[in-house]
Protein backbone atom coordinates (compact mmCIF):
# COMPACT_ATOMS: atom_id res chain seq x y z
CA UNK A 1 0.00 0.00 0.00
CA UNK A 2 1.36 3.81 -1.38
CA UNK A 3 0.72 6.91 0.06
CA UNK A 4 1.07 9.67 -2.76
CA UNK A 5 0.60 13.41 -2.71
CA UNK A 6 0.79 16.14 -5.02
CA UNK A 7 0.90 19.54 -3.67
CA UNK A 8 0.09 22.82 -5.30
CA UNK A 9 -0.04 26.43 -4.42
CA UNK A 10 0.12 29.09 -6.14
CA UNK A 11 0.70 32.90 -4.79
CA UNK A 12 1.25 34.78 -7.83
CA UNK A 13 3.56 36.95 -6.66
CA UNK A 14 4.19 40.91 -8.39
CA UNK A 15 0.75 40.35 -9.79
CA UNK A 16 -2.23 42.31 -9.20
CA UNK A 17 -3.91 39.34 -7.76
CA UNK A 18 -1.18 38.41 -5.31
CA UNK A 19 -2.73 35.88 -2.98
CA UNK A 20 -1.12 35.49 0.50
CA UNK A 21 -2.12 31.81 1.56
CA UNK A 22 -1.97 29.29 -1.08
CA UNK A 23 1.74 28.32 -0.72
CA UNK A 24 0.92 28.66 3.42
CA UNK A 25 -1.55 25.78 2.89
CA UNK A 26 0.70 23.75 0.84
CA UNK A 27 2.98 23.40 3.95
CA UNK A 28 0.69 22.77 6.54
CA UNK A 29 -1.17 19.92 4.31
CA UNK A 30 2.44 18.48 3.60
CA UNK A 31 3.36 18.41 7.50
CA UNK A 32 -0.28 17.03 8.07
CA UNK A 33 -0.06 13.96 5.56
CA UNK A 34 3.60 13.10 6.83
CA UNK A 35 2.78 13.30 10.61
CA UNK A 36 -0.72 12.32 10.75
CA UNK A 37 -1.64 10.26 7.71
CA UNK A 38 2.11 8.42 7.63
CA UNK A 39 2.83 9.81 4.03
CA UNK A 40 6.98 9.89 3.14
CA UNK A 41 7.86 13.17 2.54
CA UNK A 42 9.33 11.38 -0.78
CA UNK A 43 6.69 10.64 -1.89
CA UNK A 44 5.45 14.01 -1.96
CA UNK A 45 5.75 16.23 -4.73
CA UNK A 46 5.32 19.91 -4.51
CA UNK A 47 4.79 22.61 -6.65
CA UNK A 48 4.78 26.59 -5.58
CA UNK A 49 6.02 29.91 -7.12
CA UNK A 50 7.27 31.69 -4.59
CA UNK A 51 10.45 29.38 -4.76
CA UNK A 52 12.57 28.64 -7.84
CA UNK A 53 14.30 25.69 -6.74
CA UNK A 54 10.58 24.04 -6.57
CA UNK A 55 9.03 23.04 -9.48
CA UNK A 56 6.66 25.50 -10.74
CA UNK A 57 2.76 25.30 -10.93
CA UNK A 58 2.57 25.78 -14.62
CA UNK A 59 -0.45 24.38 -16.53
CA UNK A 60 1.70 21.56 -18.67
CA UNK A 61 3.63 20.66 -15.05
CA UNK A 62 0.41 20.71 -12.97
CA UNK A 63 -1.23 18.20 -15.56
CA UNK A 64 1.92 16.03 -15.58
CA UNK A 65 2.48 15.33 -12.25
CA UNK A 66 -1.38 14.73 -11.91
CA UNK A 67 -0.96 12.01 -14.31
CA UNK A 68 2.25 10.68 -12.88
CA UNK A 69 0.37 10.53 -9.96
CA UNK A 70 -2.58 8.53 -11.10
CA UNK A 71 -0.22 5.96 -13.31
CA UNK A 72 1.48 5.22 -10.47
CA UNK A 73 -1.58 4.19 -7.95
CA UNK A 74 -2.26 0.62 -7.49
CA UNK A 75 -5.27 -1.37 -6.17
CA UNK A 76 -4.66 -0.29 -2.67
CA UNK A 77 -2.94 3.11 -2.76
CA UNK A 78 -4.18 6.39 -1.41
CA UNK A 79 -3.65 9.21 -3.76
CA UNK A 80 -4.21 13.24 -2.61
CA UNK A 81 -4.22 15.93 -4.97
CA UNK A 82 -4.31 19.36 -2.69
CA UNK A 83 -4.86 22.66 -5.35
CA UNK A 84 -4.68 26.69 -3.10
CA UNK A 85 -4.70 28.88 -5.87
CA UNK A 86 -7.63 31.24 -8.01
CA UNK A 87 -9.83 29.86 -9.57
CA UNK A 88 -12.20 31.01 -12.86
CA UNK A 89 -14.66 29.70 -15.30
CA UNK A 90 -15.90 30.61 -18.66
CA UNK A 91 -19.15 29.67 -20.98
CA UNK A 92 -18.48 26.06 -22.34
CA UNK A 93 -17.99 26.09 -26.26
CA UNK A 94 -20.82 26.60 -28.54
CA UNK A 95 -23.25 23.44 -28.39
CA UNK A 96 -21.62 21.86 -25.47
CA UNK A 97 -23.09 20.78 -22.47
CA UNK A 98 -21.81 21.33 -19.03
CA UNK A 99 -23.48 20.02 -15.82
CA UNK A 100 -23.04 23.65 -14.40
CA UNK A 101 -23.40 25.76 -17.52
CA UNK A 102 -19.44 26.92 -17.28
CA UNK A 103 -16.19 25.68 -17.12
CA UNK A 104 -14.76 25.89 -14.24
CA UNK A 105 -11.15 26.09 -14.36
CA UNK A 106 -8.06 26.03 -11.88
CA UNK A 107 -5.44 28.90 -12.91
CA UNK A 108 -1.55 27.68 -13.19
CA UNK A 109 1.11 30.66 -12.74
CA UNK A 110 1.85 30.53 -16.62
CA UNK A 111 -2.22 30.90 -17.17
CA UNK A 112 -2.74 27.85 -19.04
CA UNK A 113 -6.15 26.78 -17.45
CA UNK A 114 -6.98 23.16 -16.72
CA UNK A 115 -10.68 22.57 -17.15
CA UNK A 116 -13.57 20.56 -15.42
CA UNK A 117 -13.57 18.22 -18.54
CA UNK A 118 -9.58 17.74 -18.13
CA UNK A 119 -10.13 16.93 -14.31
CA UNK A 120 -12.82 14.57 -15.14
CA UNK A 121 -10.45 12.59 -17.96
CA UNK A 122 -7.75 12.37 -15.81
CA UNK A 123 -9.36 11.12 -12.34
CA UNK A 124 -11.50 8.67 -14.59
CA UNK A 125 -8.17 6.33 -14.76
CA UNK A 126 -7.65 5.82 -11.22
CA UNK A 127 -7.30 2.35 -10.71
CA UNK A 128 -9.71 0.07 -9.47
CA UNK A 129 -9.48 -0.39 -6.16
CA UNK A 130 -7.14 3.03 -5.75
CA UNK A 131 -8.64 6.24 -4.00
CA UNK A 132 -7.71 9.45 -4.96
CA UNK A 133 -8.54 12.40 -2.67
CA UNK A 134 -8.69 16.09 -4.50
CA UNK A 135 -8.87 18.78 -2.39
CA UNK A 136 -9.69 22.39 -4.05
CA UNK A 137 -9.36 25.40 -2.08
CA UNK A 138 -10.38 27.87 -4.90
CA UNK A 139 -13.44 29.86 -6.40
CA UNK A 140 -16.20 27.47 -8.26
CA UNK A 141 -14.33 24.18 -7.09
CA UNK A 142 -17.64 22.35 -6.43
CA UNK A 143 -17.83 22.02 -10.60
CA UNK A 144 -14.14 20.84 -10.82
CA UNK A 145 -14.68 17.28 -12.56
CA UNK A 146 -17.42 17.42 -14.38
CA UNK A 147 -20.14 14.71 -13.68
CA UNK A 148 -18.77 13.47 -10.56
CA UNK A 149 -22.09 13.16 -8.01
CA UNK A 150 -23.04 16.17 -5.72
CA UNK A 151 -23.04 14.53 -1.92
CA UNK A 152 -22.64 17.65 -0.08
CA UNK A 153 -23.64 21.05 -1.60
CA UNK A 154 -26.25 23.61 -3.73
CA UNK A 155 -24.46 23.88 -6.79
CA UNK A 156 -27.28 22.26 -8.34
CA UNK A 157 -25.25 19.95 -10.54
CA UNK A 158 -27.60 17.89 -12.93
CA UNK A 159 -26.93 16.53 -16.11
CA UNK A 160 -26.16 18.04 -19.02
CA UNK A 161 -28.94 19.43 -21.39
CA UNK A 162 -29.05 17.87 -24.52
CA UNK A 163 -30.38 19.14 -27.95
CA UNK A 164 -31.15 22.32 -29.95
CA UNK A 165 -32.01 23.70 -26.23
CA UNK A 166 -28.79 23.36 -24.85
CA UNK A 167 -26.92 24.56 -28.05
CA UNK A 168 -28.80 27.76 -28.10
CA UNK A 169 -28.19 28.21 -24.66
CA UNK A 170 -24.73 28.20 -24.99
CA UNK A 171 -24.70 30.82 -27.68
CA UNK A 172 -26.52 33.23 -25.27
CA UNK A 173 -23.83 32.42 -22.59
CA UNK A 174 -21.25 33.15 -24.82
CA UNK A 175 -22.79 36.13 -25.90
CA UNK A 176 -23.26 37.40 -22.73
CA UNK A 177 -19.92 36.97 -21.36
CA UNK A 178 -18.30 38.58 -24.70
CA UNK A 179 -20.34 41.75 -23.82
CA UNK A 180 -18.86 41.55 -20.08
CA UNK A 181 -22.50 41.47 -18.47
CA UNK A 182 -23.18 38.34 -17.08
CA UNK A 183 -23.40 38.90 -13.26
CA UNK A 184 -22.76 34.91 -12.54
CA UNK A 185 -19.76 35.42 -14.26
CA UNK A 186 -17.47 37.36 -11.72
CA UNK A 187 -16.83 41.03 -11.11
CA UNK A 188 -13.24 43.30 -10.33
CA UNK A 189 -14.51 44.78 -7.74
CA UNK A 190 -15.52 41.32 -5.39
CA UNK A 191 -11.31 40.94 -5.79
CA UNK A 192 -10.67 43.98 -3.95
CA UNK A 193 -8.99 43.41 -0.65
CA UNK A 194 -11.82 43.84 2.46
CA UNK A 195 -10.82 43.87 5.93
CA UNK A 196 -13.18 42.86 8.15
CA UNK A 197 -12.98 42.72 12.62
CA UNK A 198 -12.77 39.94 14.41
CA UNK A 199 -13.29 39.63 18.15
CA UNK A 200 -10.21 37.02 18.88
CA UNK A 201 -7.75 37.82 15.52
CA UNK A 202 -8.48 41.66 15.34
CA UNK A 203 -8.66 42.88 11.68
CA UNK A 204 -7.94 39.96 9.12
CA UNK A 205 -7.74 41.09 4.84
CA UNK A 206 -9.84 38.69 3.03
CA UNK A 207 -9.24 38.27 -1.02
CA UNK A 208 -11.48 35.74 -2.59
CA UNK A 209 -9.26 33.32 -4.77
CA UNK A 210 -11.37 34.35 -7.96
CA UNK A 211 -9.88 35.62 -10.96
CA UNK A 212 -12.53 37.60 -13.32
CA UNK A 213 -12.33 36.91 -16.81
CA UNK A 214 -11.32 40.51 -17.65
CA UNK A 215 -8.29 39.96 -14.81
CA UNK A 216 -7.51 36.66 -16.28
CA UNK A 217 -7.15 37.89 -20.52
CA UNK A 218 -4.89 41.11 -19.47
CA UNK A 219 -2.61 38.45 -17.23
CA UNK A 220 -2.64 36.03 -19.66
CA UNK A 221 -1.85 39.02 -22.58
CA UNK A 222 1.32 39.66 -20.09
CA UNK A 223 2.35 36.33 -20.22
CA UNK A 224 1.75 35.44 -23.90
CA UNK A 225 2.11 38.56 -25.71
CA UNK A 226 -0.81 38.85 -27.53
CA UNK A 227 -3.41 41.63 -27.28
CA UNK A 228 -6.97 42.46 -27.79
CA UNK A 229 -7.99 38.97 -26.79
CA UNK A 230 -11.58 38.60 -26.90
CA UNK A 231 -13.89 36.26 -24.28
CA UNK A 232 -14.78 33.91 -26.71
CA UNK A 233 -11.25 33.92 -28.39
CA UNK A 234 -10.06 32.38 -25.07
CA UNK A 235 -9.70 28.73 -25.68
CA UNK A 236 -8.21 29.38 -29.56
CA UNK A 237 -5.44 31.46 -27.95
CA UNK A 238 -4.57 29.01 -25.01
CA UNK A 239 -3.90 26.35 -28.37
CA UNK A 240 -1.79 28.90 -30.13
CA UNK A 241 -0.09 29.59 -27.24
CA UNK A 242 0.77 26.47 -25.23
CA UNK A 243 -0.34 23.92 -28.03
CA UNK A 244 -0.89 20.53 -26.87
CA UNK A 245 0.05 21.20 -23.37
CA UNK A 246 -3.96 23.04 -23.45
CA UNK A 247 -6.53 21.89 -22.16
CA UNK A 248 -8.78 22.94 -24.85
CA UNK A 249 -6.09 21.06 -27.13
CA UNK A 250 -6.97 17.66 -24.60
CA UNK A 251 -11.28 18.24 -25.26
CA UNK A 252 -10.41 19.23 -28.67
CA UNK A 253 -9.22 15.64 -29.07
CA UNK A 254 -11.59 13.53 -26.62
CA UNK A 255 -14.34 14.93 -28.59
CA UNK A 256 -13.08 14.17 -32.01
CA UNK A 257 -12.69 10.54 -30.58
CA UNK A 258 -16.39 10.78 -29.52
CA UNK A 259 -17.41 11.38 -33.01
CA UNK A 260 -18.60 15.32 -32.44
CA UNK A 261 -18.97 17.26 -35.35
CA UNK A 262 -20.47 20.59 -35.50
CA UNK A 263 -24.59 19.82 -35.21
CA UNK A 264 -23.87 16.31 -34.03
CA UNK A 265 -23.04 18.03 -30.37
CA UNK A 266 -26.39 19.32 -30.03
CA UNK A 267 -28.56 15.78 -30.33
CA UNK A 268 -25.52 13.59 -29.33
CA UNK A 269 -25.42 13.03 -25.53
CA UNK A 270 -22.23 10.70 -25.16
CA UNK A 271 -19.51 11.70 -22.71
CA UNK A 272 -15.72 10.61 -23.07
CA UNK A 273 -14.50 7.47 -24.08
CA UNK A 274 -11.98 4.74 -23.55
CA UNK A 275 -10.13 3.44 -26.69
CA UNK A 276 -12.17 0.54 -26.02
CA UNK A 277 -15.09 2.78 -26.80
CA UNK A 278 -16.30 2.24 -23.18
CA UNK A 279 -17.39 5.52 -21.17
CA UNK A 280 -15.22 7.52 -19.11
CA UNK A 281 -16.88 7.86 -15.65
CA UNK A 282 -14.52 9.46 -12.78
CA UNK A 283 -16.28 7.55 -9.83
CA UNK A 284 -12.73 6.52 -8.27
CA UNK A 285 -12.12 10.32 -7.08
CA UNK A 286 -13.40 12.49 -4.04
CA UNK A 287 -13.50 16.16 -4.46
CA UNK A 288 -13.67 18.32 -1.44
CA UNK A 289 -14.49 22.00 -2.64
CA UNK A 290 -13.66 24.99 -1.03
CA UNK A 291 -17.11 26.35 -1.98
CA UNK A 292 -19.98 25.74 -4.42
CA UNK A 293 -19.81 25.84 -7.71
CA UNK A 294 -21.34 29.96 -7.88
CA UNK A 295 -19.67 31.01 -4.72
CA UNK A 296 -16.13 32.07 -4.27
CA UNK A 297 -13.31 30.79 -1.76
CA UNK A 298 -11.43 33.52 0.81
CA UNK A 299 -7.72 33.71 1.55
CA UNK A 300 -7.24 35.34 4.09
CA UNK A 301 -4.51 37.25 5.88
CA UNK A 302 -4.31 38.19 9.77
CA UNK A 303 -2.37 41.22 10.51
CA UNK A 304 -1.80 40.72 14.00
CA UNK A 305 0.11 37.66 13.50
CA UNK A 306 1.11 38.01 10.33
CA UNK A 307 -0.94 34.57 8.86
CA UNK A 308 -1.87 33.54 6.10
CA UNK A 309 -4.32 31.00 4.74
CA UNK A 310 -6.78 29.36 3.09
CA UNK A 311 -10.42 29.83 5.19
CA UNK A 312 -11.20 26.05 3.37
CA UNK A 313 -7.32 24.37 4.17
CA UNK A 314 -7.40 26.21 7.27
CA UNK A 315 -10.84 24.39 8.67
CA UNK A 316 -9.34 21.67 7.75
CA UNK A 317 -6.33 21.58 9.39
CA UNK A 318 -8.35 22.86 12.58
CA UNK A 319 -10.99 19.90 12.53
CA UNK A 320 -7.54 17.86 12.34
CA UNK A 321 -5.90 18.91 15.27
CA UNK A 322 -9.02 18.99 17.22
CA UNK A 323 -9.88 15.47 16.62
CA UNK A 324 -7.75 12.30 18.03
CA UNK A 325 -5.61 10.41 15.62
CA UNK A 326 -6.73 7.65 16.67
CA UNK A 327 -10.37 8.86 15.98
CA UNK A 328 -10.99 8.67 11.83
CA UNK A 329 -13.14 11.44 10.58
CA UNK A 330 -14.81 10.65 7.27
CA UNK A 331 -15.21 12.30 3.96
CA UNK A 332 -18.76 13.38 4.49
CA UNK A 333 -17.93 14.83 8.58
CA UNK A 334 -14.93 16.60 7.26
CA UNK A 335 -17.36 18.70 4.84
CA UNK A 336 -20.17 19.20 7.50
CA UNK A 337 -17.88 20.01 10.02
CA UNK A 338 -15.78 22.66 7.75
CA UNK A 339 -19.02 23.75 6.73
CA UNK A 340 -20.29 24.57 10.60
CA UNK A 341 -16.64 26.34 11.54
CA UNK A 342 -16.59 28.70 8.29
CA UNK A 343 -20.16 29.58 9.32
CA UNK A 344 -18.78 30.25 12.54
CA UNK A 345 -16.05 32.39 11.44
CA UNK A 346 -18.61 34.26 9.67
CA UNK A 347 -17.95 33.05 5.98
CA UNK A 348 -20.09 32.67 3.21
CA UNK A 349 -18.44 29.89 1.30
CA UNK A 350 -19.97 26.35 1.70
CA UNK A 351 -17.66 23.42 1.34
CA UNK A 352 -18.79 20.43 -0.74
CA UNK A 353 -18.57 16.73 -0.97
CA UNK A 354 -18.35 15.49 -4.98
CA UNK A 355 -18.07 11.18 -4.95
CA UNK A 356 -19.56 7.77 -5.75
CA UNK A 357 -21.72 7.25 -2.65
CA UNK A 358 -18.61 4.42 -1.57
CA UNK A 359 -16.86 6.87 -0.68
CA UNK A 360 -18.87 9.15 1.47
CA UNK A 361 -18.32 7.81 5.14
CA UNK A 362 -15.16 6.40 3.83
CA UNK A 363 -12.16 7.75 6.03
CA UNK A 364 -10.57 11.34 4.88
CA UNK A 365 -7.87 10.63 2.54
CA UNK A 366 -7.38 7.10 4.28
Known amino acids: MAKKAVLIGINYPGTSVELR ?9 QKCLIERFGFS ?15 QPTGKNIRDELKKLIESGKSGDFLVFHYSGHGTRIPPETGIGDSTGFDECITPCDMNLIMDHEFKEMVAHVKKGCRLTIISDSCHSGGLIEEVKEQIGESHVNPPKLGIANFFLSIVMTFLATCGINKSLGDDQETITREVELENSGTI ?31 SILVKVFGEDSSPHVLSKS ?31 ILLSGCQTDQKSED ?24 RKEKKITNKDMVMEARKLLKKQKFTQRPGLYCHDRYVNKQFIC
Not at 224 to 232: A, K, L, P, Q, V
Open 205 to 235: EMKTRYLPLDSFICLLEQQTGETDIEFRKIR
Open 21 to 29: GCVNDVRRM
Open 41 to 55: KDDITVLIDTDNSCI
Open 255 to 285: MKRNGHRGFLSMFQGKGEVNADGSRLIPDKA
Open 300 to 323: VYIRRTGKAYGAFSDAIQTILSTT
